[in-house]
């Protein structure tokens, strides 16, 4: 069983910057795909950004492009998601998830219901 653990969440001001982290418990994750979703209350899930196993390959939803940066370190066994000039459109709960697999599917934004482990989720609010 494998247990994702999300860190790094909090409250900021428009314009700050933000880690998340993900760590992985109970099994390597080298061999899977791994990706960043977020939900706020009253919407649904939202694929944030994507990452092959190797980390060569990364996929970010339209609205956080160029202001999100996904990586991995497999020695370490966690995700990373860096948050820069964030908005207050991003404030939500966000899980980092892993599915078994090389690269991220071309419709993974919208199957956070795919990836089989999913995290708790950690809270980020960012004030305007």
């Known amino acids: 069983q494998v247990r994702l653990v999300e860190s790094g969440g909090g409250l900021v001001q428009a314009g700050e910057s933000l880690r998340l982290s993900c760590t992985a418990f109970?099994?390597?994750?080298?061999?899977?795909?791994m990706g960043w979703f977020r939900q706020s209350p009253g919407k649904d899930r939202e694929g944030v950004s994507c990452?092959?196993?190797?980390?060569?390959?990364?996929h970010y939803a339209d609205s956080v492009k160029g202001r999100f940066t996904i990586s991995r370190d497999n020695r370490k066994n966690t995700l990373y998601l860096q948050m820069n000039t964030l908005k207050p459109e991003d404030t939500a709960t966000y899980y980092c998830?892993?599915?078994?697999?090389?690269?991220?599917?071309?419709?993974?934004?919208?199957?956070?219901?795919?990836?089989?482990?999913r995290g708790q989720g950690t809270q980020v609010t960012v004030s305007s």
């Open positions: 109970g099994k390597t994750l080298a061999d899977y795909y």
């Open positions: 998830a892993a599915q078994l697999g090389t690269l991220c599917p071309t419709d993974w934004e919208k199957k956070s219901s795919d990836f089989r482990y």
């Open positions: 990452i092959s196993w190797t980390g060569q390959t990364t």
